[in-house]
């Protein structure tokens, strides 16, 4: 089977946008410094893109994650792959993913990541899809695209470990 990408948005676009949300951060967190928990593998080029652009001090963690389900449907069940190397305690955590789907994997996470004792815990993401949001109680703090309800890749997303690479977003047509 063979499937071809149609570009939703183009890698300025993403750009531009990661910059404008960099610098919402840098006023937010002005006086402090942020500690961005990233979530492997799919959130790791919006890091490093968010990173670059943060003007406040930054330290980084990275954690990988796996959600029991079948197909293209988490289940909200998540098993923790690599946790992080650092405690959490008194840091302002800023969970860096690269979509929000149904909402599960980052519900169960951050529940989990509360209980280590942040001084804060908020939210980034490079894409929302909020039509398919199950668990309303995720409040997204920073979204840089809320998108419709498609299969998209690039920019750390896959489709089948596939086109993580792909400097900008696109959807999937088969
Ligand atoms: P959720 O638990 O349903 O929110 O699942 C979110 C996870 O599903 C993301 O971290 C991605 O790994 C994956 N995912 C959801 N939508 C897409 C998509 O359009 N393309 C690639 N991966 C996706
Ligand atoms: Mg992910």
Redesign the pocket.
């Known amino acids: 089977m063979s499937e071809s990408i149609r570009v939703l948005l183009p890698e300025e676009k993403v750009n531009e946008r990661i910059s404008q949300v960099a610098a919402e951060i840098s006023r937010d967190y002005a006086g402090k410094a942020v500690h961005l928990v990233c ?1 492997l593998k ?1 959130g790791v080029f919006f890091t490093c893109e968010l990173a670059k652009r943060l003007t406040i001090p930054v330290s980084l963690d990275f954690m990988s994650v796996s ?1 029991y389900g079948s197909g293209t449907e ?1 289940s ?1 069940v998540v098993r923790i792959v690599k946790d992080l190397d650092e405690p959490l305690e008194g840091k302002e955590v800023l969970i860096v ?10 519900a169960y996470l951050m529940e989990i990541l509360e209980k280590r004792h942040p001084a804060s815990i908020r939210l980034c993401t490079l894409l929302d ?1 909020p039509e398919r949001r199950v668990k309303k109680q995720v409040k997204v703090d920073y979204t840089c695209f809320s998108i419709p309800d498609e ?3 690039g920019y750390g ?3 089948d470990q596939k086109y993580r690479n792909l400097p900008y977003i696109g959807v999937v047509e088969f």
């Open positions: 979530v799919g959600s988490s909200g993913e690269d979509i929000i789907d149904s909402g599960r994997t980052l899809k299969f998209v890749v997303l896959d489709y």
